[in-house]
Nanobody, 119 residues
Framework: QGQLVESGGGLVQPGGSLRLSCATS????????MGWYRQAPGKQRELVAS???????NYEDSVKGRFTISRDNGKSTVYLQMNSLKPEDTAVYYC?????????????WGQGTQVTVSS
């Protein structure tokens, strides 16, 4: 617990922007792939964006061109810049740190931060 600390959620109007932050320890940040998931009411948790420890980035199709994930190695922090927000982006957003070595898998999760897009 407490390995990933999230911040930055809130209420924003459609078309607005928010930036989520997820801070962790240097030991986790240097080894783990980092990602942002979201879960809307009644829906399964889905991967929104990820950045590997080597810097490879992937986005879920619905956020491409609107969201940007980035890593700050000096601060051991991963960010999710969300622009042109839509009501369907409303969800609890979770930071994830993932490490897989052979068959060994380790995941850490943040506490979640609410993002609400509404007029």
């Amino acid at each position: 617990q407490g390995q990933l600390v999230e911040s930055g959620g809130g209420l924003v109007q459609p078309g607005g922007s928010l930036r989520l932050s997820c801070a962790t320890s240097r030991s986790i940040f240097s080894l783990y792939d980092m990602g942002w998931y979201r879960q809307a009411p009644g829906k399964q948790r889905e991967l929104v964006a990820s950045v590997s420890s080597s810097g490879s980035i992937n986005y879920e199709d619905s956020v491409k061109g609107r969201f940007t994930i980035s890593r700050d190695n000096g601060k051991s922090t991963v960010y999710l810049q969300m622009n042109s927000l839509k009501p369907e982006d409303t969800a609890v957003y979770y930071c994830n740190a993932h490490l897989q070595i052979s068959w060994n898998i380790k995941d850490y999760w943040g506490q979640g931060t609410q993002v609400t897009v509404s007029s």
